[in-house]
């Protein structure tokens, strides 16, 4: 619920307080009924009354359909997020690896990699389930490298691929992930005399 809105409720149900508390205060043999219904009948008849009940009907409405669409929004919102680590399965059940791990794997063997200089990885993971009725990660690694200059870009981006599915598949034992690389910049020259590990 954004600023706005809760500014409203609080405006509502500070109204909704005054006018019980003003029905407290009628309901009490504090005020002579007669003084209590020629003062109603003198609200009644002015604008500014039906003008301010106008308004409260209208933000009562606001705030029911903004109680009902928010919810709605945060569950799907909570439904796309559901997946923060990824689901793999050993032989005593599920294990949830985190996605900030799966990233550091993906940048530490691409790292490794003969010029790339410095690498980025995003990863996302979304849980699907499969025809036994179990439920694993379908993963999406999306990788930027910095790579050093004058090297073959495509040379570079299949040693990558390869580095990266190899871990997939021996560290987590992914079958369902796909590899996305993109080539962010090319480093100083200087940068690409420094030995890497192949």
């Not at 389930?129 to 490298?145: M, R, Y």
């Not at 987590?172 to 940068?191: H, N, P, V, W």
Request: proline share 3%.
């Amino acid at each position: 619920m954004g600023y706005i809105n809760r500014f409203l409720l609080f405006l509502y149900a500070l109204a909704v307080a005054l006018a019980a508390l003003g029905v407290i205060v009628l309901c009490l043999p504090v005020f002579p009924v007669p003084a209590i219904l020629n003062e109603t009948a003198f609200l009644l008849s002015r604008w500014e009354t039906i003008a301010s009940a106008a308004l409260v009907f209208l933000i009562s409405v606001h705030l029911v359909a903004c109680s009902l669409t928010c919810g709605s929004q945060s569950g799907e919102k909570k439904a796309k997020k559901e997946p923060e680590a990824v689901v793999v399965h050993g032989a005593s059940g599920e294990v949830r690896v985190a996605i900030p791990a799966v990233s550091s794997l993906a940048e530490k063997s691409a790292s490794k990699v003969y010029g790339v200089e410095n690498v980025e990885a995003k990863v996302e993971a979304r849980r699907v389930t499969g025809e036994d009725g179990s439920s694993s990660s379908k993963v999406a690694v999306g990788l930027e490298l910095a790579v050093a200059a004058g090297q073959n870009v495509a040379q570079i981006s299949d040693a990558v691929h390869a580095a990266v599915s190899e871990q997939m598949n021996d560290v987590l034992g992914l079958a369902d992930y796909s590899i996305d690389i993109s080539i962010a910049e090319f480093a100083a020259k200087d940068a690409a005399k420094k030995s890497r590990v192949s």
